[in-house]
C-alpha cells in the first residue's frame, strides 16, 4: 500500500528495530516487489533481525508468527495487564487505524488473520488451515458472554459450521493440538466435529504420524475420554486398532463415574489440610489422603478415574512452581487444574506468573469458604468447562448405554460389550429407574453367568412392574444364551411360576421355559408340588 520509496524506509526503520514479529510482511513485500532497492532493504531488515529467516518461505514465516499469537507468547502481547488490546489497519486514506479488542480473544483474532494471510500464500497448507479452525473454536469458548467481536461480526457462521466443513483430518489435527496443550475445552470441540465428518475408519485411522482420538481415550480428564469413546464407539468399527480395548471400559466408567469430583490437597500442615478438607467436602469433592507433594499422592490418585482439581495450600514461591510443572509431567495430572493458597506476600508474584494460564490460579489463603468455593468453580470451569453436572452425567449415562446396546445389538467383534460386564453389574445395583432397566438390557446381550444371575438377583429385589421387566430380561439372556442360573435361583423362578400374582407366574413360567428346565425341575411345577413344598 506504500510507494516504493516508503516501503525501503520503513525496512530500514524496521531493521533498525529487534522485532521479529514482522519478519513475514518484510518477507512478503521482498517476495513481491520487482524494485531492487525494495528488495535489498527488506533483505538486510531481516538479515538483522534474524538471518534464518532468509531461508524460510512467507507462507512459513506467516505461519510461525500466528503460532506465536495463538500461544500467546509474552512478546506478541502489548498490555498483559490489560483487558483490551488493539488491532492495527492501515487504510490508504487515513494511514493506521486501530480497533479495541477485548484480551481474551485478541490472540485468537491475530492468529486467524495471520492463518487467512499463509492461506492466501498458500491455499494447500494444512498445517495453516487447522492453526485456523483451531483460533476460532477457541474464539467462540473464550468470548465474553454478549461480547460483539470487532474481528468476527455476528454475521459470520459459528466455529462448528467451519470446523465440519473442513473435514475429519482438519479436524483431527485440531485435536492433536488441543491434547498436546492440554486445553481440554478445545479438545471436545475437536471431538465433537470429528464424529459428525469420520466414519469408522477414518476415525482411528488417521492420515496423521499419530492418532489423536485414540490418544484422546488416556487424556487425563473425563469429559474428552468419555466423549472419545462414544464418538468410536457409535462409529460400529469393523477392523480391529490399538487401544480398542479402553474404548468399552470408558463407556462403562462414563455410567459408573461421571458424577464423582475428586481434589488432591498438598499440604504440609495437617490442619491447615483439615480445614481446607471440610471447604471441598462441602462443595461436593471426595478429597483425597494429605500430601506433602506431588509424589506423596500418586499412590491414590492411581485408584481413582481421574483427579479434577489440586489444591496446594500455603507452599512457599518455590514449591508452587515445582507442584504445577510436575502435576503437568503426570499422565494422570496434566490437564488437572491447580489453585495456590498462599500468603499475602508471595500472592503478587505467583500471580503474574500465572495471570495468562487457564489451568493455574493463585488466591489468598485467607479465604473465606464462600470464596474459596467461587475460585475452585471458575478455575475448573476455564480449565475444562466446570464439574460435570448431574444433567451432564445422566446424558453421558444415556448416551453410553445407547452405544453399548448398539454394540451388543450388532455383536460387534472389535469393541467388545462383555469387557463391561463387571462394571455394568455393579451398576445395577446402584440405579433406578429407566436407567437399571437400560442397564438390564445391555446385560441380556452380554453372554456372561455373572450378568444373568445379576439380573436374576435384580428381579427378585424388585417388585411391581420393575420386577416384571427385569424377569423379561432374564428370559431375554436365558434364550440367548442358555440357562447359567444357580439351582437356588431355578428354585425361586419355579415359585414365581406359581404365584397368586398372575403377570409375575407368567413371567415366572415364560423364564422357566427360556431356561429349558429337565423334566426333574419342570414336574413338581406341574404337578403344583412347588407351592405346596413352600407352603
Known amino acids: 500500500n506504500s510507494t516504493p520509496e516508503a516501503q525501503e524506509r520503513i525496512a530500514d526503520v524496521l531493521g533498525a528495530i529487534p522485532y521479529r514479529n514482522s519478519l513475514p510482511f518484510l518477507a512478503e513485500v521482498r517476495m513481491t516487489s520487482s524494485v531492487p532497492e525494495v528488495r535489498g532493504a527488506t533483505e538486510r531488515a531481516m538479515l538483522r533481525i534474524d538471518p534464518s529467516a532468509l531461508s524460510k518461505s512467507t507462507p512459513e514465516l506467516y505461519l510461525e508468527l500466528a503460532n506465536r499469537y495463538y500461544r500467546q507468547i509474552a512478546d506478541v502481547t502489548s498490555f498483559p495487564t490489560e483487558d483490551f488490546q488493539l488491532l492495527w489497519e492501515f487504510r490508504p486514506q487515513t494511514g493506521l487505524f486501530m480497533t479495541a479488542i477485548r484480551t481474551p480473544v485478541y490472540h485468537?483474532?491475530?492468529?486467524?488473520?495471520?492463518?487467512?494471510?499463509?492461506?492466501?500464500?498458500?491455499?494447500?497448507?494444512?498445517?495453516?488451515?487447522?492453526?485456523?479452525?483451531?483460533?476460532?473454536?477457541?474464539?467462540?469458548?473464550q468470548t465474553p458472554e454478549g461480547y460483539e467481536n470487532p474481528a468476527y461480526g455476528a454475521d459470520r457462521r459459528d466455529a462448528m459450521y467451519f470446523a465440519v466443513a473442513a473435514g475429519s483430518t482438519s479436524a483431527q489435527r485440531v485435536l492433536e493440538r488441543a491434547l498436546a496443550d492440554r486445553d481440554t475445552q478445545l479438545a471436545r470441540r475437536a471431538i465433537a466435529a470429528i464424529e459428525q465428518t469420520a466414519g469408522a475408519t477414518s476415525l482411528v485411522a488417521t492420515k496423521l504420524p499419530t492418532q489423536?482420538?485414540?490418544?484422546?481415550?488416556?487424556?487425563?480428564?473425563?469429559?474428552?475420554?468419555?466423549e472419545a469413546a462414544l464418538a468410536i464407539g457409535r462409529s460400529q468399527p469393523s477392523q480391529g486398532f490399538e487401544g480398542a480395548d479402553r474404548v468399552v471400559p470408558t463407556l462403562a466408567g462414563a455410567i459408573r463415574e461421571a458424577t464423582a469430583k475428586y481434589v488432591a490437597i498438598i499440604a504440609a500442615d495437617p490442619e491447615k489440610y483439615t480445614s481446607?478438607?471440610?471447604?471441598?467436602?462441602?462443595?461436593?469433592?471426595?478429597?483425597?489422603?494429605?500430601?506433602?507433594?506431588?509424589?506423596?499422592?500418586?499412590?491414590?490418585?492411581?485408584?481413582?478415574?481421574?483427579?479434577?482439581?489440586?489444591?496446594?495450600?500455603?507452599p512457599t514461591v518455590e514449591q508452587f512452581p515445582?507442584?504445577?510443572?510436575?502435576?503437568?509431567?503426570?499422565?494422570?495430572?496434566?490437564?488437572?487444574?491447580?489453585?495456590?493458597?498462599?500468603?499475602?506476600?508471595?500472592?503478587?508474584?505467583?500471580?503474574?506468573?500465572?495471570?495468562?494460564?487457564?489451568?493455574?490460579?493463585?488466591?489468598?489463603l485467607a479465604l473465606n469458604e464462600r470464596e474459596i468455593a467461587a475460585a475452585v468453580n471458575q478455575l475448573i470451569d476455564s480449565a475444562s468447562g466446570g464439574p460435570i453436572t448431574s444433567q451432564e452425567a445422566a446424558m453421558y449415562?444415556?448416551?453410553?448405554?445407547?452405544?453399548?446396546?448398539?454394540?451388543?445389538?450388532?455383536?460387534?467383534?472389535?469393541?467388545?460389550?462383555?469387557?463391561?460386564?463387571?462394571?455394568?453389574?455393579?451398576?445395577?445395583?446402584?440405579?433406578?429407574?429407566?436407567?437399571?432397566?437400560?442397564?438390564?438390557?445391555?446385560?441380556?446381550?452380554?453372554?456372561?453367568?455373572?450378568?444373568?444371575?445379576?439380573?436374576?438377583?435384580?428381579?427378585?429385589?424388585?417388585?411391581?412392574?420393575?420386577?416384571?421387566?427385569?424377569?423379561?430380561?432374564?428370559?431375554?439372556?436365558?434364550?440367548?444364551?442358555?440357562?447359567?442360573?444357580?439351582?437356588?435361583?431355578?428354585?425361586?423362578v419355579l415359585e414365581l411360576a406359581e404365584s397368586d400374582n398372575i403377570a409375575e407366574a407368567t413371567a415366572g413360567a415364560a423364564l422357566a421355559g427360556a431356561l429349558d428346565l429337565t423334566n426333574e425341575g419342570l414336574v413338581p411345577m406341574i404337578l403344583g408340588e412347588t407351592q405346596q413344598a413352600a407352603r
Do not use: C
Request: no cysteine; glycine share 4%.
Open 212 to 226: 489423536p482420538l485414540l490418544a484422546a481415550l488416556t487424556y487425563p480428564n473425563r469429559r474428552v475420554r468419555y
Open 276 to 314: 481446607v478438607r471440610g471447604m471441598l467436602e462441602k462443595e461436593g469433592f471426595t478429597v483425597l489422603p494429605r500430601g506433602k507433594d506431588v509424589a506423596e499422592l500418586m499412590g491414590p490418585i492411581a485408584e481413582v478415574p481421574a483427579v479434577d482439581l489440586i489444591v496446594s495450600v500455603d
Open 397 to 492: 449415562t444415556s448416551r453410553a448405554l445407547a452405544v453399548l446396546r448398539d454394540l451388543a445389538v450388532q455383536n460387534n467383534t472389535v469393541l467388545n460389550v462383555a469387557d463391561a460386564g463387571t462394571s455394568l453389574v455393579r451398576s445395577l445395583t446402584e440405579t433406578q429407574g429407566e436407567v437399571k432397566q437400560q442397564i438390564a438390557e445391555v446385560l441380556a446381550r452380554i453372554d456372561q453367568k455373572q450378568t444373568q444371575v445379576a439380573l436374576m438377583e435384580a428381579a427378585l429385589a424388585a417388585s411391581g412392574s420393575e420386577r416384571l421387566e427385569l424377569i423379561a430380561k432374564v428370559t431375554d439372556s436365558a434364550k440367548r444364551f442358555g440357562n447359567r442360573l444357580d439351582p437356588r435361583h431355578v428354585t425361586r
Open 108 to 141: 485468537e483474532a491475530m492468529a486467524m488473520g495471520l492463518a487467512e494471510r499463509t492461506l492466501k500464500l498458500e491455499e494447500t497448507n494444512v498445517d495453516a488451515l487447522s492453526l485456523w479452525l483451531a483460533s476460532n473454536l477457541r474464539r467462540e469458548l
Open 322 to 364: 515445582m507442584i504445577v510443572a510436575d502435576a503437568a509431567g503426570s499422565s494422570k495430572l496434566s490437564a488437572t487444574p491447580v489453585l495456590g493458597l498462599t500468603e499475602a506476600t508471595i500472592l503478587p508474584d505467583l500471580r503474574s506468573r500465572y495471570e495468562t494460564s487457564q489451568n493455574v490460579a493463585v488466591r489468598p
